[in-house]
């Protein structure tokens, strides 16, 4: 009996997310087009990338261990410090394209302009080239930090006021060297860039304006990087969180011993905010506290206190939103409240032939979190796997999303919140209950190859 074909693949996007997803699917044998508007890979660890769609700046060191971001099957160099600088990670992404033979299958320059569904559920994709092609199967892997997500305030203001996806350094693209600057949120990137330009050699006077405190988690804890220390998968939530928190209380003591406001929540109801500079920056005096903009009066800012400071530039650390461009159905986007709820965070029961890879919020990493995902995937599209029915599908969605969100406050921030080692084991269990259910099935492909067969793409009416 002969093999059966393996349907084709449309991958959008090589940053990490994109690229271990075809390193999975090459190893699997599907067959793939992959696509990368910019001319390397990396994405959104691509610094400068021409693009225009990094969030990259030039002191950035990533906040995840090396331990913890490694690729299982290619490991980090054994030279590399405990939190790599942005450019020895984008130089091992390089190298892992390299090593793996990915490059040659991967169509740079090339955007992905429109991907709908067919009449008979293929995805059309047109490019940039003004091509159309039709594709069995759909892998979104165009990242979540390149749409900047910008406050509205009343009022104008008359200075330089800009997202931190737009910061490269304390001079590009504005000279920060003796202005009073307000950094707007208190995420990891604010505290990259508070610690920064608070400096004295730089910024005269920093403030960070925010609606409420958070708990600034250190790099470190007992001379070890501390997301080393992991509450195991198996471990109760409950007990798990407790026994954090008290480690981390004791650690850090109270947020106002550094200037800081009292957090309005306990550590690890946020995604946490992680920095070994910020807290001994405000310590020292050089980082200030704000709370949220009132309104802009023109070279000056009111806050929420009422109090007015004059101020020479603006930076908003205030997030992302989620988007894909290339979707014009309004079923296969976030709703107004940022949620998109899939199944394993990637499958959206009743699109059976639509991955959406890396589009979650994992603690500690989002580096290596698709190279897990595509072990479902790939092994699905090869008839290894087999889903649960749609109800189920539901349902599990339902209780994973109160297992990895629950704890967390309401925000936008927080909706696609993930903890990567809870994951990973229900993921493992997943496949392993899946395999069962293909094999009770023949391995019957759940998505067969017919995008060859059609002439020309045939789009469903909009």
């Given at each position: 009996?002969?093999?059966?074909?393996?349907?084709?693949?449309?991958?959008?996007?090589?940053?990490?997310?994109?690229?271990?997803?075809?390193?999975?699917?090459?190893?699997?044998?599907?067959?793939?087009?992959?696509?990368?508007?910019?001319?390397?890979?990396?994405?959104?660890?691509?610094?400068?990338?021409?693009?225009?769609?990094?969030?990259?700046?030039?002191?950035?060191?990533?906040?995840?261990?090396?331990?913890?971001?490694?690729?299982?099957?290619?490991?980090?160099?054994?030279?590399?410090?405990?939190?790599?600088?942005?450019?020895q990670l984008h130089q091992y992404f390089k190298d892992y394209v390299d090593h793996f033979g990915l490059r040659p299958t991967i169509t740079f320059n090339t955007r992905?302009?429109?991907?709908?569904?067919?009449?008979?559920?293929?995805?059309?994709?047109?490019?940039?080239?003004?091509?159309?092609?039709?594709?069995?199967?759909?892998?979104?892997?165009?990242?979540?930090?390149?749409?900047?997500?910008?406050?509205?305030?009343?009022?104008?203001?008359?200075?330089?006021?800009?997202?931190?996806?737009?910061?490269?350094?304390?001079?590009?693209?504005?000279?920060?060297?003796?202005?009073?600057?307000?950094?707007?949120?208190?995420?990891?990137?604010?505290?990259?860039?508070?610690?920064?330009?608070?400096?004295?050699?730089?910024?005269?006077?920093?403030?960070?304006?925010?609606?409420?405190?958070?708990?600034?988690?250190?790099?470190?804890?007992?001379?070890?990087?501390?997301?080393?220390?992991?509450?195991?998968?198996?471990?109760?939530?409950?007990?798990?969180?407790?026994?954090?928190?008290?480690?981390?209380?004791?650690?850090?003591?109270?947020?106002?011993?550094?200037?800081?406001?009292?957090?309005?929540?306990?550590?690890?109801?946020?995604?946490p905010s992680v920095s070994g500079e910020f807290l001994t920056r405000a310590g020292c005096g050089d980082i200030k506290f704000k709370p949220a903009i009132k309104a802009?009066?023109?070279?000056?800012?009111?806050?929420?206190?009422?109090?007015?400071?004059?101020?020479?530039?603006?930076?908003?650390?205030?997030?992302?939103?989620?988007?894909?461009?290339?979707?014009?159905?309004?079923?296969?986007?976030?709703?107004?409240?940022?949620?998109?709820?899939?199944?394993?965070?990637?499958?959206?029961?009743?699109?059976?032939?639509?991955?959406?890879?890396?589009?979650?919020?994992?603690?500690?990493?989002?580096v290596n979190f698709a190279e897990q995902q595509a072990k479902l995937a790939a092994a699905y599209l090869a008839g290894a796997y087999a889903p649960p029915a749609e109800?189920?599908?539901?349902?599990?969605?339902?209780?994973?999303?109160?297992?990895?969100?629950?704890?967390?406050?309401?925000?936008?921030?927080?909706?696609?919140?993930?903890?990567?080692?809870?994951?990973?084991?229900?993921?493992?269990?997943?496949?392993?209950?899946?395999?069962?259910?293909?094999?009770?099935?023949?391995?019957?492909?759940?998505?067969?190859?017919?995008?060859?067969?059609?002439?020309?793409?045939?789009?469903?009416?909009?």
């Open positions: 009996m002969a093999a059966q074909a393996l349907p084709k693949a449309c991958v959008i996007g090589a940053g990490c997310s994109g690229f271990t997803t075809i390193k999975r699917l090459k190893d699997y044998g599907v067959p793939y087009d992959c696509f990368e508007m910019s001319d390397e890979i990396g994405g959104n660890w691509y610094y400068k990338n021409p693009n225009g769609l990094s969030a990259c700046y030039e002191s950035l060191h990533i906040d995840t261990s090396k331990w913890r971001l490694a690729f299982e099957d290619y490991p980090v160099p054994a030279g590399w410090p405990d939190f790599p600088h942005h450019a992905v302009e429109r991907a709908q569904r067919t009449e008979d559920g293929l995805w059309a994709v047109t490019l940039s080239t003004g091509e159309t092609r039709l594709y069995d199967v759909l892998f979104v892997c165009n990242g979540h930090h390149w749409d900047p997500r910008v406050p509205e305030y009343p009022g104008e203001f008359d200075g330089p006021a800009f997202h931190a996806h737009a910061y490269c350094d304390p001079f590009e693209p504005v000279d920060m060297r003796g202005k009073n600057v307000v950094v707007v949120g208190m995420g990891n990137s604010a505290m990259d860039i508070a610690s920064e330009l608070s400096q004295r050699p730089i910024a005269k006077n920093l403030w960070v304006s925010a609606r409420r405190g958070v708990w600034v988690f250190p790099k470190y804890m007992n001379g070890k990087p501390a997301d080393k220390s992991a509450m195991p998968s198996w471990m109760p939530r409950k007990l798990g969180l407790s026994l954090a928190r008290k480690v981390i209380k004791k650690t850090i003591g109270n947020m106002e011993d550094y200037g800081l406001p009292k957090p309005d929540h306990e550590p690890l109801e946020a995604h802009l009066e023109g070279s000056c800012v009111r806050f929420a206190d009422d109090s007015v400071e004059t101020v020479d530039a603006i930076v908003f650390a205030t997030g992302y939103k989620i988007t894909f461009p290339f979707f014009d159905e309004a079923e296969l986007k976030p709703d107004a409240d940022h949620r998109f709820p899939l199944f394993k965070r990637m499958m959206k029961p009743g699109v059976p032939n639509l991955f959406f890879m890396g589009l979650a919020q994992p603690l500690p990493t989002l109800a189920e599908m539901v349902r599990i969605m339902e209780k994973d999303e109160e297992r990895h969100t629950g704890q967390f406050y309401d925000s936008a921030r927080h909706t696609i919140q993930v903890d990567f080692n809870v994951y990973c084991a229900d993921l493992k269990k997943e496949i392993v209950k899946g395999e069962a259910r293909a094999r009770s099935q023949g391995g019957k492909l759940p998505v067969t190859a017919r995008a060859a067969l059609q002439p020309e793409p045939q789009l469903a009416p909009t």
